[in-house]
């Protein structure tokens, strides 16, 4: 009870953070690409609530409005006397949510001059809104990728299980080449003999199906080992002598089995597959600018200047950590729950 | 030996496997070196194509995988388009880096590894095992580039470690003592790094492997026998729980060449990892093959050097693999 218990909480908490990135539309006040090329690398904007004459403002929290300093152009200045107040449910940039519904509701805005929470890069674009975008891209990216491999798993290592014979050994064969590659070094390999310049969402698809297809083996190799040792179960050979069929038998005794499996492979790829996206994107191998996504918002931060006099640039690989601890407690609550279920 | 010669044998074909499905890949791309040439207008057509003739770009994949392995026989491992000279020289110099880098973090890592595993799996649930577990699992939460970005950051405000490359400036006129209190310098922030992102894997393998060792009847019985703590947690139990670390070890031997790829390109260290990301942006095609197969060398003979590490270290896989 008390593991089922564990596991609601922090499936609900994984929950939360995936319907943050999946709206970022309404909970960023800006559109990720609006540039504002007068505020260049603009420092995060602390909220504030209480103002200069100690007024409390519970419902309005504000900034204070930066300038730049004269003669400098990135060095900005708290103008005290203007505080912008953060509004609530306003109405402001267009975007879709969910990519599908056109929308311009936002969680919150300001009129006016713009407020930068996480600061703003290079053109004066704001961070937080980019790093929620961002976060669409390689979480889509990690999900999408991690589910292609685990059907590509379980498709082939459920076929080779099943059905053994040398159809097992080339599968089980090629799934051990895969293995025995460095694995981020076969997703450079296959990314360096591919076209380098697409749009960010043909990028974007390659990375995918990159991902996916090479990550198919470990999937492979689990539920072959559970179908083999579902398959010489006495209920399913009862099955078989009745006369089930093999679409029967892998459906209604050799797919309930895998669940667990699945579940607890789904939670170790993802983070790992965005955490690829990521690398990629650095690297600049993957989805390119103006689009962000959490592995080219980082990429800034390979120029020297801009690691020393920027630090906030960091904040969007901040901002994986919750999802990679969200992740990681949830596979060790599965395992757990496996190993509880065996005994 | 049997079972050692057919696991060699096993890694060969693998290997021969990996060449042949790089050259694939490398068939299937659109796009070659002399590509970004054709567009140049101070380069002639004629020009290109003669350099696609004169490199063989234009015979067919076989042939091309055929004349491949001829240099690979001669230790050439094809030949580079942009450094215009055979890939091989180029790959050692970087790899040699690399294992600069590698080498001393895996050591450190692991011989940290150890006594904080063991440690915590004896201490099973108390305050140091609770620690241990929630500072890997923190370690294990935040990703190697955003550490990497860390620790740069806080060189560059501290000014304590040279934040990139391997060597400073005046290197070449420095003593020898002075030479190397140089690279250790540089090293000490990617090792840090590395030994930070491993360490937490290795830990939780220890711990596991040995915690369950524990709570077998001949280490009770040790206890009861009045065997010092010492020699049960280090002579016995970690001896009966060494099966996974070996596997773990020889993993880790392999990925000596593969492991710090991207921390070098963060850092600026002249390893294997920015000179492939060159060819990969370059299309230098032979480059990228050779890189790609020089870490799969690794990996595989890391994995054959875990295999026969267990073959000597255990007498049931003898007696169950062997010969007999």
Known sequence: ?343 | MNYVLRRFGHAVLLLIGVSILSFLFSSLAPGNYFDEMRLSAQISQETVSALRTHYNLDRPLAWRYAHWLGSVARGDLGFSFAYNMPTAPLLWSRARNTLVLMVPATLIAWLLALPIGIWSAERRGKLPDVTVTLVSAALLVIPDLLLALGLLLVAVRTHIFPTGGMVSVGYRDLSWGRRLQDVVLHMALPVTVLVLSSLPTLVRHIRAAVADELETGFLRAARAHGIPRRMRLYRYALRAAANPLIALFGFSLGTLLSGSLMLEVVMSWPGLGPLLLEAILARDVYLVIGGVLLSTVFLVSGNLLADVLLYWADPRIRAERGPA
């Open chain 1, 1 to 343: 009870m008390n593991h089922e218990r564990k596991l609601g909480f922090w499936l609900g908490a994984l929950a939360a953070l995936h319907v943050v990135i999946a709206c970022a539309g309404f909970f960023a006040p800006y559109d990720p690409t609006v540039q504002n090329r007068e505020r260049p690398y603009a420092p995060p904007q602390r909220l504030h609530w209480t103002d200069a004459q100690g007024k409390f403002h519970l419902l309005r929290p504000f900034v204070y409005a930066i300038r730049v300093k004269e003669g400098t152009f990135d060095e900005y200045k708290q103008d005290l006397s203007r505080p912008v107040h953060l509004r609530f449910l306003v109405l402001g940039a267009r975007y879709k949510l969910l990519g599908m519904f056109p929308c311009r509701l936002h969680l919150f805005s300001t009129d006016g001059s713009p407020v930068f929470l996480m600061g703003s890069d290079a053109y004066g674009r704001d961070l937080y809104s980019r790093t929620l975008y961002g976060g669409q891209i390689s979480v889509l990216a990690g999900l999408l990728a991690a589910g292609l491999a685990l059907i590509l798993g379980w498709t082939l290592g459920a076929a080779a299980g099943f059905f053994g014979g040398w159809a097992d050994t080339l599968l089980m064969r090629t799934g051990e080449l895969f293995l025995a590659l460095p694995w981020l070094y076969l997703l450079f390999a296959a990314r360096a003999f591919l076209p380098l310049s697409l749009s960010p969402w043909r990028t974007f698809f390659l990375i995918v199906v990159l991902v996916g297809a090479v990550g198919w083996a470990r999937p492979a190799r689990l539920i072959r080992g559970v179908v083999l040792s579902v398959r010489g179960r006495d209920y399913v050979r009862a099955a078989r002598g009745f006369g089930a069929t093999n679409f029967y038998l892998l459906r209604n005794h050799v797919l309930p089995e895998t669940w667990s499996v699945m579940f607890t492979q789904a939670a170790i790829l993802v983070p790992q597959y965005i955490l690829a996206e990521v690398t990629l994107s650095f690297l600049g191998l993957g989805v390119a600018e103006p689009v962000p996504s959490w592995g080219n918002l980082l990429a800034s931060l390979q120029q020297y200047n801009v690691l020393t006099s920027y630090w906030w640039m960091c904040l969007p690989g901040v901002a994986m950590v919750p999802f990679f601890l969200g992740y990681l407690v949830l596979t060790s609550a599965l395992q757990q729950k496996a190993n509880a279920s065996k005994i």
